[in-house]
């Protein structure tokens, strides 16, 4: 069973930083995209960057380009999502998603829906 538990959310004033994890299980990294999303209260689901194994690229949002940063550390079937210089307008609750396609990362940043599994997020505030 794939299961994916995020943490690290939390209150943070404009411009801090924050690291978002996933703990990941039931599922080999090497075959599958993994991807963080969030979503705004009164928003839709939107990608904040995807990775692909497949090819070992990652997409970003135009919104996160720049200042946030996707690694992984496959041994310990974890995944990260470094946020710097936080703003007002990152408020959301994020969430790690996986799908059983190790290509494709655009697509799927592009459309959530698509993802195969997610967890039940984590939120984080940032104020002004």
């Known amino acids: 069973e794939v299961q994916l538990v995020e943490s690290g959310g939390g209150l943070v004033q404009a411009g801090g930083s924050l690291r978002l994890s996933c703990a990941t299980s039931?599922?080999?990294?090497?075959?599958?995209?993994i991807g963080w999303f969030r979503q705004a209260p009164g928003k839709e689901r939107e990608g904040v960057l995807c990775f692909s194994n497949g090819d070992g690229t990652t997409y970003y949002a135009d919104s996160a380009a720049g200042r946030f940063t996707f690694s992984s550390d496959n041994a310990k079937n974890m995944v990260y999502l470094l946020m710097n210089n936080l703003k007002p307008e990152d408020t959301a609750v994020y969430y790690c998603?996986?799908?059983?396609?190790?290509?494709?990362?655009?697509?799927?940043?592009?459309?959530?829906?698509?993802?195969?599994?997610w967890g039940k997020g984590t939120l984080v505030t940032v104020s002004s």
């Open positions: 998603a996986a799908v059983g396609d190790a290509l494709g990362g655009y697509y799927y940043l592009k459309t959530p829906g698509a993802m195969d599994y």
């Open positions: 039931g599922f080999t990294f090497d075959d599958y995209t």
